[in-house]
């Protein structure tokens, strides 16, 4: 039985891909590694708390001790990277977080997997072939892009702007360390915005449906121009799928959707979605849409070229934008309905 260490399980990508990998691979044994955040919700796990091949850990990717103590416990065969602090707004507000979790959470992973692999027993060490490091990383890491027709390749420079993608561009160099340095089978995907059931209300699209819902201003910053590629979560996991099993080591993937919108188009059509299913006495949602102060070094565009992993790997999204949007604001609609 192939035993995984996934990080960060009980968060919005980290809860998908646990269920990719437990129904999708009976013979997979999963250690989930949360410390259960502001952003985590136990109730995503409830569902595999009886199924023999999945075991949950309450602690913090930087312990050392305590990942050492998981790796010697279970010879973990491979390790999916997940857990992070990831919104910009409180990076900006508290960047030493940013960098304790997302760097030295990464390099104590990296070097429980490089102890263990490589100087711990003989039976490990023969298996060293079944071995990988799937780090999952984001477009950011690119920063903004101006030209309106070109995309980033793989092969782009990193120039991260803020305190969160300055952290995950750096945790991206030290697994490329290891890499270089020990060896160590790592892969590495480059995602661009997730979005989905079951997302945290910090983010831009549940954020717009909840504040609508309840009648409040819906905020963007500055003209809600800056412009995003959309991809709903279970076309990222298929993709996290591919590469962690076909994909070359010490190779990028960027995973993108080709779908890009301003936050602005977004909003509205959001809104004209919910003017359907539960319009307003006199008004449309559209007419809370306000518009905030802009916040420090604001990336104006992301894009991908995701042709390496389509031609190499065969992957393509599957659910279009408008296809996930109407899903998602059903579902929270109705949710809501419950409630209320």
């Not at 410390?35 to 091949?53: C, E, F, G, Q, V």
Request: aromatic share 10%; glycine share 6%; net charge neutral.
């Amino acid at each position: 039985m192939r035993k995984i260490l996934l990080t960060g399980g009980a968060g919005f990508i980290g809860a998908y891909c646990l269920e990719m990998l437990l129904q999708k691979y009976p013979d997979y044994y999963v250690v989930n590694i949360d410390k259960l955040t502001y952003a985590s919700d136990l109730s995503r796990l409830k569902k595999h708390i009886k199924n023999p091949n999945y075991h949950f850990v309450l602690g913090d990717i930087t312990d050392v001790l305590l990942v050492a103590h998981l790796f010697n416990q279970f010879q973990f065969d491979a390790v999916i990277h997940i857990a992070a602090e990831s919104h910009v707004d409180r990076s900006i507000i508290d960047p030493p977080l940013f960098v304790k979790t997302n760097i030295e959470g990464t390099n104590v992973l990296l070097h429980a997997a490089y102890t263990h692999w490589f100087e711990g027993p003989k039976q490990v060490r023969s298996n060293f072939l079944h071995h990988r490091f799937l780090y999952i990383s984001t477009d950011e890491v690119y920063g903004s892009l101006s030209d309106p027709i070109d995309a980033f390749r793989e092969d782009a420079p990193m120039a991260p702007t803020n305190p969160y993608s300055g952290s995950k561009a750096a945790a991206e160099c030290l697994v490329n360390a290891y890499l270089h340095s020990y060896g160590l089978d790592m892969v590495v995907t480059r995602s661009t915005n997730n979005y989905g059931i079951g997302q945290h209300s910090e983010k831009l699209i549940p954020m717009v449906v909840d504040r609508a819902l309840k009648g409040q201003s819906i905020p963007l910053h500055g003209d809600g121009g800056m412009i995003r590629e959309w991809l709903h979560v279970t076309d990222h996991v298929r993709a996290i799928d591919l590469v962690f099993h076909q994909g070359k080591s010490g190779h990028t993937y960027n995973i993108g959707s080709y779908d890009r919108r301003t936050n602005l188009a977004v909003a509205h059509m959001i809104c004209k979605l919910l003017d359907r299913m539960k319009p307003l006495a006199e008004k449309s949602y559209t007419a809370l849409i306000t518009f905030v102060a802009d916040r420090p070094s604001q990336d104006r565009r992301y894009a991908l070229d995701n042709r390496k992993i389509s031609e190499q790997l065969g992957w393509k999204p599957m659910i279009s934008f408008q296809e996930g949007l109407e899903e998602l604001v059903a579902n929270y609609y109705e949710q809501c309905a419950l409630r209320f």
